[in-house]
């Protein structure tokens, strides 16, 4: 199954989490906090979104930060995760 965002949408999957801190204090699973950073799966083809013409700025493969409370997780088969949000929930690419 393939994901194909419409409009500015995002599909993104999020990069794992620490297991340790910086310090070496191991965390158990629920206490991980997931991380705000993943990768670019899928992006849409922009263009008039709510009346305005949206270019998207970001492409498959680039690593960005994006909003913590923003997007919708879905699950396919073989428990892949999954965030779909829109361009301007994207904080910044990582270089």
Do not use: F
């Given at each position: ?18 297991e340790t801190t910086k ?64 361009q301007n929930d994207i904080l910044a690419v990582?270089?």
């Amino acid at each position: 199954m393939k994901l194909v965002p419409l409009g500015d949408r995002v599909v993104l999957k999020q990069l794992e989490a620490e297991e340790t801190t910086k310090s070496g204090i191991v965390l158990p699973g629920q206490n991980k906090e997931k991380p705000q950073q993943a990768e670019v799966i899928a992006v849409g083809p922009g263009g008039m979104v709510d009346g305005k013409e949206v270019k998207m700025e970001v492409s498959v493969g680039d690593k960005v930060i994006y909003s913590k409370y923003s997007g919708t997780e879905v699950k396919l088969d073989e428990n892949e995760e999954y965030i779909i949000v829109r361009q301007n929930d994207i904080l910044a690419v990582i270089k």
